[in-house]
């Protein structure tokens, strides 16, 4: 039977509390023995009725007794204190009425037991005496007393199952007394319970899986007198895992989380791709594991650790699981490619994995065009790959700059503003262009003036009628003659950091320039080949023209495209 009530507190009996942070929202949580659970439970309004059917409490009653005796840890229950001294019950309500009617049984065959709690609902008066004597003839006065008549009726049903019911009794209130516990949330009385409620019920209760595995490996732990050790291992391991860029780079993700940890845990517990994780998937796999083996256990999530920090370290590695990551692999796939191989053949694998993922020969590279989902990918390559190449340099590519921002693949020189349909972005258009006539040396002093009077007029009173004739002399005086207007060929192509400014899209070359260049002043990333682009990197000496980009600079941009993603094209005969 799957223990799905169960799930472990953290540390060591009492002595330890786990603070949780929601959305600004603090509660202590530490581990209570069911048989220390004191006091009267209000269970108000805005909560529906106890509604456990013969299955839930079954498999509640099983899961208890096939502890037997060993440290059981239910769900949480979660209370706010009454200005009457009453608990407000927020969550738990199932399992308390539960453990309450199993206790008001056991009664029946130990008349010392006398629970320490009692339950009463607001909707419904009179439950806290039928909760006490759950008779069949007030079974049918309200749904809940149905229910509950019902849960009572299961219980005696199982009890009485028993070979000997009063030995039963006796060691199921021992398993409450002495080793089943809940977790124990007291909410601040600040909190607005209805909203910590509806919290609670759609999964936003502030207790990961990783939590639930510390809790339950330390307890283990603590028998093997490794509690420190495993505990000081764990707050390391989450502050390497916690640096942003080796997060970016093992994850795909820029986001800081609540555990980081849990990659590694979740990697352990092994998942389908694709499919959702059930909560607590990881927690409810691990467990049993951690329950035979918990040093073993420990072992391969510091495996683990190792692996990461042995990839991240390796500037080749860094560079080549990045990509793949990036690209939609993960980590998990990552830890079975590297499985029973030298770091040789690991890397071998990898080049594989990025050439399976580019299935492209040399032959179609100039091929790719704008919107091309193999652009995206020979782009990002490329960059990857001008980094990882410098040999005599320490700079990295960012996957968490990557991952952190929108990127978009755009022309390197627009020749048309067709995109543009707004007189805000007419005019923008027309006075980035109107900025950059100041160092375009083609134009005479004279001509400069004239075309920017022209700009200044329609900027005044703009219309499509205004701005078409403006547009078409702009981009031909910001283009070389006779080149070619394949705008959406690769070579004409760079990885940029989405810019919502259309008219910024939709500019030429000189444009987009000034624009690279005072953002590379003002610290922003670009990326190295978007640089080196717009630097005139990839152009030879004779060639260049540096307002201008043409035929000459797209070719030696493809020539270097070439050069640092031809290792991982296809053969030309591959089929």
């Known amino acids: 039977m799957g223990r799905r009530h169960a799930i472990p507190a953290r540390g060591r009996a009492g002595s ?23 006091g009267q439970f209000f269970v108000a309004a805005y909560q529906r009725g106890y ?53 008001h049984y056991i009664r029946e065959h130990l008349p010392t037991v006398h629970p320490k709690y009692s339950l009463e609902y607001e909707t419904r008066p009179g439950s806290a005496d039928y909760l006490d004597h759950p008779a069949p003839e007030h079974s049918q006065d309200n749904i809940d007393f149905f229910h509950i008549f019902g849960a009572f009726s299961r219980i005696r049903e199982w009890f009485e199952s028993r070979d000997d019911v009063t030995l039963a009794a006796i060691n199921f209130y021992k398993y409450l007394s002495e080793s089943v516990y809940i977790i124990w949330y007291e909410a601040p009385a600040d909190v607005e319970s209805t909203t910590l409620f509806t919290r609670l019920n759609v999964g936003r209760i502030p207790l990961t899986d990783a939590e639930l595995v510390k809790a339950l490996l330390l307890t283990r732990a603590g028998e093997l007198k490794r509690e420190r050790e495993i505990a000081a291992q764990w707050d390391a391991i989450e502050r390497d895992l916690r640096v942003p860029e080796l997060w970016a780079f093992v994850t795909g993700r820029p986001s800081q989380e609540a555990t980081h940890i849990t990659l590694l845990l979740d990697t352990l517990a092994v998942w389908p791709k694709g499919s959702q994780r059930p909560l607590f998937h990881t927690f409810e796999t691990l467990r049993p594991i951690i329950e035979s083996g918990p040093q073993d256990t420990w072992n391969k999530v510091v495996g683990f650790h190792s692996l990461i920090m042995g990839w991240y370290d390796n500037r080749d590695l860094f560079h080549k699981i990045g990509y793949l990551i990036a690209r939609g692999r993960t980590f998990d796939e990552l830890v079975a490619l590297s499985q029973d191989c030298t770091k040789h053949k690991f890397e ?57 921002r929108r990127w978009s693949i755009e022309h390197i020189h627009a020749q048309n503003a067709e995109q543009l349909n707004r007189a805000a972005q007419w005019v923008e258009w027309l006075r980035l262009h109107r900025d950059a006539l100041a160092g375009l040396p083609a134009i005479s ?74 953002r590379d002043r003002l610290g922003s990333y670009i ?21 201008y980009w043409g035929q000459h600079d797209r070719d030696g941009y493809l020539a270097a495209m070439r050069k640092h993603v031809g290792p991982y094209l296809l053969d030309e005969d591959a089929t």
């Open 445 to 518: 002093e004279a001509d400069r003036a004239d075309l920017t009077e022209r700009i200044n007029v329609a900027i005044g009173d703009i219309s499509a009628e205004a701005f078409a004739p403006l547009e078409q002399e702009l981009t031909t005086f910001f283009s070389l003659p006779g080149e070619s207007e394949d705008v959406d060929a690769i070579a004409n192509l760079a990885l940029l950091a989405s810019d919502d400014n259309s008219a910024l899209s939709n500019s030429v070359f000189e444009v987009k320039r000034r624009n690279i260049l005072n």
């Open 348 to 404: 071998a694998r990898l080049d594989t994995w990025i050439r399976a993922d580019l299935s492209l020969k040399a032959s179609d590279l100039p091929e790719l065009r704008y919107g091309n989902t193999k652009t995206a990918a020979v782009l990002l390559l490329m960059n990857v790959e001008t980094v990882r190449s410098m040999t005599m340099s320490a700079e990295r590519f960012s996957f968490k700059e990557h991952a952190a």
């Open 16 to 38: 330890r509390y786990c603070r949780a942070v929601e959305e600004g929202l603090r509660t202590e949580l530490r581990p209570m023995l069911v048989g220390d659970i004191i």
């Open 527 to 547: 990326p190295v080949c978007t640089r080196n682009v717009f630097l005139k990197y990839y152009t030879d000496a004779e060639g260049q023209q540096i307002h």
């Open 51 to 103: 509604r456990w059917g013969r299955e839930e409490v079954t498999r509640l009653l099983d899961d208890i007794s096939e502890s037997s005796g060993r440290r059981y840890f239910l769900q949480p229950v979660v209370a706010k204190r009454r200005d009457d001294g009453k608990w407000e019950l927020i969550d738990g309500q199932q399992r308390l009425t539960t453990l309450l009617l199993i206790l």
